[in-house]
Every structure is written in C-alpha cells, then in structure tokens.
C-alpha cells in the first residue's frame, strides 16, 4: 500500500466531521481531515501534510456538493480564525455539534448517551456582547488567522454587535490620527494591545483599551471620539497588561471617561460586569443554557448550592430563589465584587461569596464538613483540575451539574466522577457560538 504524499489528488466521500468541523475520510485506511469539506461530498482533495496517524488535505474540486452547503456570507472566510463553519447550513452545524459531543462523551468519557436535542440559537449573526479586537505592530485591528496571531483587519465582524465594530474602527482612527503604535508581541514594542467592547441588552456599551503601560497618548480625544461615533456608550477604561502573555487583561483599571462597569439583565436579575468578570457572549443563549442547569440541580427549596468559577454570579443567582443557600468561589477579585453586589442589589439574602482558586476553596469547604446538596462548575476551557474533583468528591453531593465550553475535557472530567462513583445521567447541547466549531454543554452527574 503507497503510502499517502504531499500535493497529491485523491478522490474521496466525505464521512463525517472531526471535532474542529474539518470534513473527515479516509484514503488507504488512512485518516484524512480536509478543510472546508461537508458530510456525504465527493470532493477531489490535495494533500497538504501527512503525519504518522492522520493527513490533512485542502478541497481541490467539489464533484458531488452536499446540499446543506451554502456560500459564506463573511468575506474574510475561511482566513480569520473566528468562524469555521461559515460554508455550511446552520441545520448541518447543528447536526454536527450535536455529533461532536456525542462522539467526545464516548470516545473520552466511555459512556454512551443521547443527547438532547441541540437548542438553537435565535440569531447567528450579531450575537456576541463582548468583543475582544486584538491590534498588531502594524496598528491593524481585527481577528487572528486560524492557528495563529497573525491579526487580519476586519471591519465588520458578523459576529461582533454593530456597536463593537463602531467602536474599533474609531479606535483605529484615533492611532492613525495620534500615531499610537500598536502591540508587536513578538518584539513586546508597541502600545495598544486590544479593544476590548461589551454591549448590553439596552444596546449600550463599554469600552477596555488594553495598553502596554499606563497611559495613552491624548485620552480626552480618544474619549470624545468614542463618544462621538457610539452614542450609547457609557465608559471608556483603561487595562494595563505589560507582561508576556496572551492572557488578554491585566490587573490594573483605570476609568477614562464614565462608567467602570455595564450593567445587563439575565434571568430576571440585575449584574454588574466589570471588563474582568465572566458573563456568556450570547445572551439570549444563556438564559436558555441558565434554565436548563436549574432543571438539572432539581432544587425543592431546601438544599445548598456550591457553585465554582462563578464569575459575577449569574448561575449562583439565578438558583438562589429556589434554593436554601447558594454559595459561589471565584479566583478574579473584580468579579467577586459584582457577585456581592449584584447580590445586595436583586436583595437576594441567601447568597454568600468566596475569593480564590476552585480547588482551594472546595477542599477548604470539604474540610469544614460542608454539605452541598448540588455543585455547579462551569470552568475555562481546560476543564477541572484533578484535584477540584477529589474536593468535590469530598463535599459529597448528591447531584453536579457540569457547565462546559469544550465537550472534550467534560468527558475527561466524566470519567474522573465515574471513578469516584458518579454517573452521567443526562447532558444537553446549547449553541452559544454559532458559526464557530464551539458549543456550550450542560451534563448532570449523579452519585
């Protein structure tokens, strides 16, 4: 059997789709990812890199379109990194996220599960009400290229709302008018690393200009400009991040002009959000995703809730009125704040906050013999830590209610409660994200 070798044209039916929404075949047994290509699709596709389990391929010809495919409606698809499934029905993207959980919770978790049916974004366009715009050493606002922080300008996101595109391209004015150099992070010259916009329901916004140092240069005229081109802004702010990292803000606020915070309404309570606090970028989305996880904790009044990672509070909140004490831990001091505050100011008196590290404080939690009926966690990307399941294994819960933005390390995390003796009894996929390969789970585990 040859083995498989760059630059050359194989014919192939598309089987499927891998995590990423890369069309999926094999080619003499081999697996093959090909960009841009759709479930059932005849395509003919060139070989761009082989590896010892797996070759990836680009689309040279579609001989046998699927009919879910559709022409991208961005002009910047496929280059910016943003959105991935931009060529497909929002039907098929569906079909496929809902496959991409199934598939993680199998392949990683070891468990066999139906989901529920994936609940559906009312809009896919100009949904997110928060933009983060990364600036280059060239003064160039944008996004990054896939797989990459080469930043492509991009004037009109269709995922971004219209005031956050509004805001960046006065941004933009402002540097070229006052000759602000942008962030080189390779060289760590340069001083605006990111405009940073969160919108409200209300249609009102703030603005976060993360700079490489304490000040920028005329700040009375950027202010004014900012107000001149978005009449419902309400704050500008000043983030200092001087550190070689990619982690986006910094420790140190500094308010311009107005506000320091925005205030939004989500399941029928008030929050205040800092530029630092955790809140989901599809608002609507997070009502439903919010609901969904109340249903799970099944909560009759009585129990305690431990919620971990809480952010502002939201989740916490939202399950205070039906619960006995709700309890959220959180590592960003800023977003605490909001979370006692937008407790005192919904005049919900049940609630009580904790800074620091999940892990730490679960085990502290654990220590003092606490008993949570219910543990809610919706943690970054990576996942829980060992150690924040042995804590949570500890507390003795009846019921965790896992929140996950990436399908794959929730069924690591599966398979950790399994050995401790929990089961995953039910999970349901919510899109937060359409248009991107990412979608929002929700799972209850049981003992």
């Known amino acids: 059997m040859a083995a498989l070798q760059k630059n050359q044209i194989h014919t192939v039916t598309i089987d499927g789709y891998s995590s990423e929404g890369l069309g999926v075949c094999r080619i003499e047994g081999q697996v093959v990812f090909v960009?841009?290509?759709?479930?059932?699709?005849?395509?003919?596709?060139?070989?761009?890199?082989?590896?010892?389990h797996a070759a990836f391929a680009k689309m040279a010809e579609v001989l046998t379109p699927s009919p879910e495919r559709q022409a991208p409606?961005?002009?910047?698809?496929?280059?910016?990194?943003?959105?991935?499934?931009r060529h497909m029905s929002y039907a098929e993207e569906l079909r496929f996220k809902r496959q991409k959980v199934e598939d993680a919770l199998r392949r990683i978790g070891g468990v066999e599960i139906e989901l529920e049916a994936v609940l559906a974004s009312g809009e896919i366009l100009r949904y997110r009400n928060k933009s983060q715009f990364p600036v280059d050493g060239a003064g160039q606002i944008g996004f990054y290229r896939a797989r990459s922080h080469q930043v492509i300008p991009v004037t009109d996101c269709l995922l971004q709302s219209e005031t956050a595109n509004v805001a960046a391209a006065a941004v933009g004015r402002y540097m070229r008018q006052y000759h602000v150099p942008g962030y080189d992070e390779t060289k760590r010259t340069g001083l605006l690393r990111h405009v940073y916009v969160r919108t409200n329901a209300a249609g009102q916004a703030l603005v976060c200009l993360v700079v490489n140092g304490k000040t920028l240069p005329e700040e009375a005229a950027l202010t004014a400009l900012l107000q001149e081109s978005c009449p419902n802004l309400i704050g500008v702010v000043l983030n200092t991040n001087t550190a070689n990292t990619n982690v986006i803000l910094g420790q140190e606020y500094r308010t311009l002009w107005g506000a320091p915070e925005l205030t939004d309404t989500l399941c029928g309570h008030r929050f205040a959000l800092s530029p630092a606090a955790f809140y989901q970028v599809n608002r609507p989305q997070a009502e439903r995703l919010y609901r969904k996880a109340l249903d799970y904790a099944g909560l009759t009044g009585a129990e305690t809730v431990l919620e971990l990672y809480c952010g502002a509070g939201t989740i916490t909140l939202t399950m205070a009125p039906r619960a006995r004490q709700v309890i959220g831990a959180e590592i960003v001091p800023k977003a605490v704040e909001n979370a006692r505050r937008n407790a005192a100011d919904n005049g919900i008196e049940n609630a009580d906050f904790f800074l620091g590290d999940a892990g730490t404080i679960a085990a502290k939690l654990a220590a003092e013999h606490l008993h949570a009926h219910v543990v809610v966690v919706d943690p970054p990307r990576k996942g829980l830590g060992k150690e924040v399941v042995t804590a949570i294994t500890q507390i003795a819960p009846d019921r965790v209610v896992y929140i996950s933005c990436?399908?794959?390390?929730?069924?690591?995390?599966?398979?950790?409660?399994?050995?401790?003796?929990?089961?995953?009894?039910?999970?349901?996929?919510?899109?937060?994200?359409?248009?991107?390969e990412h979608v929002e789970t929700v799972a209850l585990l049981a003992r």
């Open 35 to 52: 960009h841009g290509a759709l479930r059932g699709e005849v395509c003919a596709v060139q070989i761009l890199k082989v590896l010892k």
């Open 73 to 85: 409606d961005c002009p910047h698809f496929p280059a910016c990194g943003g959105c991935r499934l």
């Open 406 to 436: 990436d399908c794959a390390t929730l069924a690591r995390d599966v398979q950790r409660f399994k050995s401790a003796g929990y089961t995953l009894h039910k999970a349901a996929a919510v899109d937060l994200f359409p248009r991107t």
